[in-house]
């Protein structure tokens, strides 16, 4: 079956370190976002990519880059972990002829 | 970019009774407006959504209803059960209007049913 998967699924890490978590789907889905979610905030958007080597910065991008070499993965990336970056990190993506968004199982990210 | 507003924070009701989460948005141009269910620990799961060309949708005992004038938008569960418990998000579309777009969401309702 098409799905989305994320990994990893935990992960713990130290200021200052690079860290990346992947995100890959199998339904050929052009559109892909990144969002984090934080007690209080609700879900908030980081980076989204309309297709292949296009890329987007979202409500809370600073701190995060993502690149999109393919149509099935967008990893997202850390450049210097903080310890604000702690959060739960979900993938999501749809199709161009749809609205409806598709969510990872998400990856829990403590950076210590 | 849009603005979603959600309440209550949290909602007990008795198992049988109806439940009712309330949404306010600031862009007139949003024209889709989906509901997420999240149980703990699990990844947010779309329940229903609406569009701007509609007031009311219902699938089962949920439905969903649309004020374009006064820009609020509004979940309602009939008839709830002990399964119905997690937490409720709202969201619109945070740039251009239409759900293919990255999405902008409310702070959620914890929604408690209570035996």
Known sequence: DAEITQSPRHKITETGRQVTLACHQTWNHNNMFWYRQ?????????????????????????????????????????????????????CASVGTLGDIQYFGAGTRLSVL | GENVEQHPSTLSVQEGDSAVI?????????????????ELGKRPQLIIDIRSNVGEKKDQRI?????????????????????????????????????????????????????
């Open chain 1, 38 to 90: 934080d007690l209080g905030h609700g879900l908030r958007l980081i980076h989204y990519s309309y297709g292949v080597h296009d890329t987007n910065k979202g409500e809370v991008s600073d701190g995060y880059s993502v690149s999109r070499s393919n149509t099935e993965d967008l990893p997202l990336t850390l450049e210097s972990a903080a310890s604000s970056q702690t959060s739960v990190y979900f």
């Open chain 2, 22 to 38: 309330k949404c306010t948005y600031s862009d007139s141009a949003s024209n889709y407006f989906p509901w997420y269910k999240q």
């Open chain 2, 63 to 115: 439905a969903v209803t649309l004020n374009k004038t006064a820009k609020h938008f509004s979940l309602h569960i009939t008839e709830t059960q002990p399964e119905d418990s997690a937490v409720y998000f709202c969201a619109a579309p945070l740039y251009s209007g239409g759900g293919a777009d990255g999405l902008t969401f409310g702070k959620g309702t914890h929604l408690i049913i209570q035996p």
